[in-house]
């Protein structure tokens, strides 16, 4: 995963309002809190939860903002299929939950996030898996709504 993904920090920035992007917003759960500074995330930018219960979890931003505190954003390398890069982190949230490290408030393993097995097929091989997953979880819908 080190060699496809990278966590990092927004550039940060001062005197421009922009909404915090916290987990509740980043949810649905709260209209947003307007602040005049911090790490700048731009629009459609990843973000991955690293700090608390929920550890691994990934978000797609809807709006330019400032990162919350228990956020990194992610950069997938381009020459990959973010679709598929975000389906192998979610193959491993379980895990990523459940081997937080801290006693406090406990966070993301990094280390072991960054050595997440990643196979690389072409990237027309990324897309056919990914429409592969889309038409089984299609099809798993269709089953459960005549159950």
Known sequence: ???VCGLFDGE??????LTNLDA?????????KVIKAGRYVPANT????????NSGEVFQTSTEGYQGS????LNINENMNEKFVLHIINLHRKSLRENKV??????????LFKAIPMPIPPY???ERIIDAINAAYALLTVIEENL
């Open 70 to 73: 228990t956020f990194k954003q």
């Open 24 to 32: 509740k917003f980043l949810r649905g759960f709260s209209d947003g």
């Open 12 to 17: 940060r920035q001062e005197d421009r309002l």
């Open 102 to 111: 801290g006693s406090a408030i406990p966070h993301l393993n990094k280390k």
């Open 46 to 53: 990843y973000m991955i939860l690293v700090d608390g219960e």
């Open 1 to 3: 995963m080190q060699e």
């Open 124 to 126: 027309a091989e990324q």
